[in-house]
């Protein structure tokens, strides 16, 4: 199942160069660059890891490039994100993000039922990459 | 056969003016400017190429500068970061100049994170080691300097499209340095020597640099700097047009307080003139004149016996 979260999530993926291009947008308005990475899709999932610090000195989208690619390397199968977050004053929040990197295999949610009181059923779903520790990022 | 038009590249890219402006700005330096004019002229040509599909692989564009202190390596690389990003062999072309303390870390797993932090705020530009020999310390085997080395030389590799990187430091030290570094010698495509100047080069530098500041040399003080710069170049520790600067420094130094007590002496009101000019005084104050550092030595070896 193909996550859609986030900007670009209905094009095909982008290539190297179009991120680069992302990245140079975010750096030609000021905003500060970061990686993260996950193995756990579920769209409330908010505390992704972090691939180092968020980039806020580098003048060139070829610098993103080269720690997603470091990233990549590192975590070959899992979820990978470029978000680019505004300082500006009453902004202050992330302002571009778009996935740019997937497993092999996206194995999808399951929907849980849990039984309530009377004949309530109370619905939840859960990613099945969660079922195993680490996902499926060792396959 | 398909022709390209080289003027044409060379009007885009306005390569002309910024060699041109560097043969104006910089005194002497003759055959540094030779070798870039080369190198423009081999970055035009390899752009045409390309234009062609003559040619694919970019051109590895690393340099290395060596020459004495103050003979205008940083000011060089910087015009050098132009060049290049006109021709569009460096996207953004900002300098980013370090030396082995911005490279090296601390303590184990300082000195990755801290040299790729500096490689990737250099990206899309030129990055600049001054003194590049002191990240290879050949007494130490377990210096972090080495690991620095090996990340530059990955990145130079790799990323030879994303920057540009120029070392630089004393001729001497530097070609040590490759003999124990290889791999970072076959990566550098360029090596330039800097001459030093010569003392009517120097006399001219010191002109340009009095007036960029706003100064002129009466003509006895003219006279005074040529013949101070002679002293100044028998001297030890002489660093070029460092050297000339510093002096020039510490002359405004004494016009300022020759002006200040001409006025709080209440004796006359300075002119725009007076506050402009340096006077032969000012020059002919310095201790280079008495001998410099050379005599205080012997007056103090001889103090010793």
């Known amino acids: 199942m193909h996550i859609t979260q986030g900007q670009f999530s209905f094009l095909p993926p982008l290539t190297d160069a179009e991120i680069r291009a992302q990245v140079d947008y975010a750096i030609s308005r000021g905003w500060a660059v970061a990686i993260e990475w996950t193995d756990d899709p579920h769209p409330r999932n908010v505390y992704w890891h972090m691939w180092g610090a968020p980039m806020f000195e580098i003048k060139d989208g070829a610098a993103a490039l080269f720690e997603l690619q470091a990233c990549r390397k590192a975590c070959p199968n899992t979820y990978i994100k470029v978000n680019a977050f505004d300082n500006t004053r009453g902004v202050e929040s992330a302002v571009m993000s778009f996935i740019v990197n997937r497993p092999v295999m996206e194995p999808g949610f399951g929907l849980i039922r849990q039984e309530a009181a009377g004949r309530t059923i109370r619905y939840t779903t859960r990613p099945y990459a969660t079922e195993r520790s680490g996902g499926y990022s060792n396959d | ?305």
């Open chain 2, 1 to 305: 056969m398909t022709s390209i038009d080289l003027q044409q590249i060379l009007t885009d890219a306005n390569i002309g003016e910024v060699l041109d402006q560097l043969d104006q700005d910089l005194v002497g330096l003759a055959p540094v400017k030779q070798r870039i004019r080369e190198i423009a002229a081999f970055l035009v040509v390899s752009r045409a190429r390309q234009q062609l599909g003559l040619e694919s692989a970019a051109p590895s564009l690393h340099m290395c500068f060596t020459g004495n202190p103050g003979t205008g390596k940083t000011t060089v690389a910087m015009r050098m970061a132009e060049i290049l990003h006109r021709l569009g062999y460096v996207r953004k072309g900002h300098v980013v100049s370090v030396t082995r303390d911005d490279l090296v870390g601390q303590y184990i797993g300082h000195t990755a994170p801290k040299t790729r932090e500096v490689l990737k705020k250099a990206m899309g530009g030129v990055l600049f080691i001054d003194e590049a020999y002191y990240l290879y310390r050949p007494e130490n085997e377990r210096d972090y300097g080495q690991e620095a080395i090996e990340i530059l030389l990955q990145v130079m590799e790799n990323n030879r499209d994303d920057l540009v990187v120029i070392l630089a430091g004393y001729k001497d030290r530097m070609e040590k340095f490759f003999q124990s570094n290889p791999g970072m010698s076959s990566r550098i495509a360029h090596h330039i020597d800097f001459p030093d100047y010569s003392q009517s080069e120097l006399v001219e530098i010191a002109g340009k640099m009095v007036s960029a500041m706003h100064y002129r040399f009466d003509d006895g003080a003219l006279k005074a700097m040529a013949e101070y710069i002679d002293f100044r170049q028998k001297q030890p520790h002489f660093a070029n047009a460092r050297s000339i600067r510093n002096a020039l420094d510490r002359a405004r130094l004494r016009h300022a307080s020759r002006v200040f007590d001409l006025a709080a002496g209440g004796k006359s009101k300075p002119t725009a003139g007076d506050l402009s000019t340096i006077t032969e005084a000012d020059i002919r104050a310095s201790r280079v004149f008495d001998g410099g550092l050379n005599a205080e030595l012997n007056a103090d070896s001889k103090a010793d016996l």
